[in-house]
């Protein structure tokens, strides 16, 4: 019922940034959490940042200082910038964002983008 596109992937030296954007479109009455997860090969995924519909946001500690999450509402889009990239943080990036729809709730994933840091 949501489906998310993501941009803004590629390869960036360590040290570098890159910004990543997911946009949400489809039927829904409201977007709580959005998200950004990543996964490494050989690795689980795991969250690297949340915000919520209250504008709280959650960092873990690898990337706390380094990433900041933003949305747009109006857009329904959700940003990940990334600052001070290091070869650790090369993965695939996915978006989340869980959804209300009225009856319900929902969560939809996007399809990833993959971000590769060079030493």
């Known amino acids: 019922q949501v489906q998310l596109v993501e941009s803004g992937g590629g390869l960036v030296q360590a040290g570098g940034s890159l910004r990543l954007s997911c946009a949400a479109s489809g039927r829904f009455f409201s977007i709580s959490a959005m998200s950004w997860y990543r996964q490494a090969p050989g690795k689980q995924r795991e969250v690297v940042a949340t915000i919520t519909s209250g504008d709280g946001t959650y960092f873990p500690d690898s990337v706390k200082g380094r990433f900041t999450i933003s949305r747009d509402n109006a857009k329904n889009t959700v940003y990940l910038q990334m600052n001070s990239l290091k070869p650790e943080d090369t993965a695939v990036y996915y978006c989340?964002?869980?959804?209300?729809?009225?009856?319900?709730?929902?969560?939809?994933w996007g399809q990833g983008t993959q971000v590769t840091v060079s030493s």
């Open positions: 989340n964002v869980r959804y209300n729809y009225g009856l319900g709730s929902g969560s939809s």
